[in-house]
């Protein structure tokens, strides 16, 4: 065979195999985990635990950003703006949803592709521990007879903390909504007496639960929470507002390839199934059931529809008492 023949032999050769030489295996480098709120919170716990226990799964590093502001939002941004081959994946959670419901923003579930649902839990009312409020017919009681004297502490307006406060009067149980931006605050507020109650999720207040400093009276849900069974659920009371779960998950943009959706969430029910998730997610009550992509991208679908719904529906209750 001549050189020249040899050399377009090889150059062949390397076209054949070319394709599959085009076709990065996934992951093949660091995959980034973008925190949508700051360090220290319900977020960032999540995130940070999922990248530890996914890297060995996935065998790359999973480093993580905290990027916080609007709710979420802005970390969100920085997801959408990176491309959508799956090295860049977000925590994407409820008050981020109920955020885009309120009109903060221009996201909506379509622009997100969810991965894996990681954690989920209702949230409950707590008091603190020398309120006069035993039980939540007796917090309810007071709210009707003293309209808007009762302070709740809350995370924002439009949240789903926001539309409890709201149905709860629009059942007669009037109290203030108290935003609080920082959830350290927020939880002091009612701690030291500043607020009456706190509308929170328990995972998210579990060292004030175990000291004593805060009383759970009532969980937001169809049936009592099964570490809390002496706590009452909000529909033993009649009130029907137990579709507001707290979730978390982890999302990568909608045009993601379907094949790195797929190893993602392959990757995230290992994390789910370890012990040391297990551990964590009871601690911090949000122990929930896997999902496929299609199924947690549902919930966060029907979430949102549902929190569109209350808040279209005050804003038509206040509109016809003006």
């Known amino acids: ?20 030489l085009a076709q990065e295996k996934y992951p093949s480098r660091p995959i980034e985990m973008i925190v949508t709120f700051g360090p220290g919170g319900g977020a960032d716990l999540m995130g940070r635990q999922t990248a530890r226990l996914a890297e060995p799964v996935l065998g790359v590093a999973i480093p993580v950003a905290n990027i916080s502001g609007a709710s979420g939002n802005a970390g969100l941004t920085r ?14 959670i409820a008050l981020s949803v109920s955020s885009w419901a309120a009109g903060l923003g221009t996201a909506k579930p379509s622009d997100f592709q969810v991965v894996a649902m990681m954690q989920n839990s209702p949230s409950m009312l707590f008091v603190p521990k020398n309120s006069p409020y035993k039980t939540a017919r007796e917090f309810l009681d007071a709210a009707k007879a003293n309209p808007g004297k009762l302070r709740v502490a809350t995370s924002g307006l439009g949240t789903q903390d926001d539309i409890t406060v709201r149905y709860l009067a629009s059942q007669g149980f009037q109290a203030k909504n108290v935003p609080f931006a ?62 507001l779960p707290n979730f978390r998950t982890i999302a990568v943009p909608a045009k993601t390839p379907k ?3 797929d190893r993602l969430a392959a990757a995230m029910n290992q994390v789910l199934d370890k012990p040391e998730w297990q551990k964590f997610c009871r601690e911090t ?32 209750e206040q509109q016809s008492q003006k």
């Open 1 to 20: 065979m001549t050189a020249s023949k040899i050399a377009v032999s090889a150059l062949a050769g390397l076209l054949a195999i070319s394709p599959a």
């Open 79 to 92: 997801l959408l703006t990176n491309p959508a081959d799956g090295y860049s994946v977000a925590t994407l």
């Open 182 to 243: 920082k959830p350290a605050e927020r939880y002091a507020s009612t701690v030291g007496g500043h607020t009456d109650a706190l509308y929170e999720e328990p995972g998210d207040v579990a060292q004030f639960i175990k000291s004593g400093d805060l009383r759970p009276l009532m969980v937001f849900d169809a049936k009592r929470h099964e570490s809390f069974p002496d706590v009452t659920a909000s529909m033993e009371l009649g009130l029907q507002i137990s579709d």
């Open 259 to 261: 094949e790195i959706v």
């Open 285 to 316: 009550y949000t122990c929930t059931e896997k999902m496929t992509p299609d199924q947690a991208q549902q919930v966060v679908v029907k979430f949102h529809d549902t929190v569109k719904g209350y808040l279209d529906r005050f804003g038509a």
